[in-house]
């Protein structure tokens, strides 16, 4: 799937479909359609949008906390399929809120490893 081994994520036509909390009994919505992103090795890379345009959707999809219903995803050479599995050895997510006090530095963080 990849042709370029030195990337660290490729995700081609990635869809992504949720359930409505309010109504989890009707058909899930589309949250993510046709996603195409290639990450390089070694780059720190942002997705930017609007609020609800799917970022933290896509990017749960693509660290395996939530599944996708199409497209194709490889993380560091490994394809991943559209059921919920553990991202490789490697991967990182950092989320939007933050999951430690508020008096922490990088420091405390990095001892975390």
């Known amino acids: 799937m990849n042709d370029h081994r030195d ?3 490729t ?29 390089p090795t070694g780059r720190v ?6 609020n ?24 560091v050479g490994t394809a991943l399929g559209p059921a919920r599995v553990r991202p490789p050895e490697g991967m990182a997510s950092v989320p939007d809120i933050a999951a430690h006090p508020r008096h922490w530095t990088a420091r405390h963080l990095a001892r975390l490893r």
């Open 7 to 9: 990337d660290a994520v």
């Open 11 to 39: 995700v081609c036509g990635l869809e992504v479909r949720v359930h409505s909390g309010d109504r989890p009994y009707a058909e899930a919505l589309p949250a993510v359609r046709g996603l195409d992103l290639t990450v």
């Open 45 to 50: 890379t942002a997705m930017v949008g609007a």
């Open 52 to 75: 609800g345009a799917g970022k933290t959707t896509a990017l749960r999809a693509i660290t395996g906390a939530l599944p996708f219903s199409a497209g194709s995803l490889e993380v």
